[in-house]
């Protein structure tokens, strides 16, 4: 069993961070473990990497020094095997190719309920749920699935115009709502609209957020259900959902 820090963190999984990442990220060793636990055990099918000022080679280093990693205390949760990192426009990701590639497959097959879309377009007054995304939903996972299948360990993935890249970063963290907004105009109608934050905690680390997204307040009567139901889902007894109500000027998307 390999010697932990006093936070707690393996520390062959230290090691990792200060081999293969910036120096900026050192501080959040304990939040980047958390995150990438989370991600390997299955609780969720990815993270956006956001720890520190980072490139696609250094997460590209860390991921496989991971992988490389053997017969000690962190290998207990590891399964680093199905890893690979994602890079979205000027965003790194770390996705777990087999939980998204059942997650995605389950969508399509109808197996599982997809996620509920959010139109943010400026155009409108005030946000509304969209009932008619089950075509975008597919070309989206079309995508998605495309890009895993083809086996590489980083994936650059191209998003087509026809497609809305902040509702490919919903679905690829697993959210219950997404936003989805016109290509053709990047803002959107959220700005002093109060949203409902949706934020899921492990017990065993109360200071991880794994999970955090929003809602417009105006459609709670709509989402709240699915976003309950979803919670219970994912939940495995070891985890807490906190619900907060926030107004802000500009939400950049």
């Given at each position: 069993m390999a010697t932990t820090t006093e936070s707690s963190v393996p520390l062959n999984f230290s090691q990792c961070v200060r081999s293969a990442l910036p120096r900026s990220c050192w501080k959040r060793t304990q939040d980047i473990y958390s995150a990438v636990k989370n991600v390997q055990t299955g609780f969720k099918p990815s993270l956006i990497f956001d720890f520190g000022a980072v490139n696609e080679k250094d997460i590209e280093k860390f991921v496989c020094t991971l992988n490389q990693l053997k017969g000690n205390s962190y290998e207990d949760v590891r399964n680093a095997s199905t890893l690979s990192v994602a890079v979205i426009g000027m965003d790194v990701m770390i996705w777990n190719v087999k939980e998204l590639i059942e997650y995605l497959s389950s969508l399509k097959s109808g197996n599982r309920k997809g996620p509920t879309f959010v139109d943010v377009s400026s155009r409108l007054n005030a946000p509304?749920?969209?009932?008619?995304?089950?075509?975008?939903?597919?070309?989206?996972?079309?995508?998605?699935?495309?890009?895993?299948?083809?086996?590489?360990?980083?994936?650059?993935?191209?998003?087509?115009?026809?497609i809305n890249v902040t509702s490919v970063f919903g679905l690829c963290l697993g959210y219950p709502v997404i936003y989805w907004y016109e290509d053709a105009d990047a803002n959107n109608c959220l700005s002093m609209v109060p949203l409902v934050v949706n934020k899921i905690y492990r017990l065993a680390e109360p200071q991880q957020c794994v999970y955090s997204f929003s809602y417009p307040q105006c459609l709670a009567e709509i989402l709240q259900y699915d976003v309950d139901e979803w919670f219970h889902g994912v939940n495995d007894g070891n985890s807490c959902m906190t619900k907060t109500v926030n107004v802000n000027p500009v939400i950049c998307l």
């Open positions: 509304l749920v969209r009932d008619d995304m089950q075509s975008m939903l597919l070309e989206m996972c079309d995508l998605l699935l495309g890009s895993l299948q083809e086996g590489q360990k980083t994936i650059n993935l191209d998003i087509t115009p026809s």
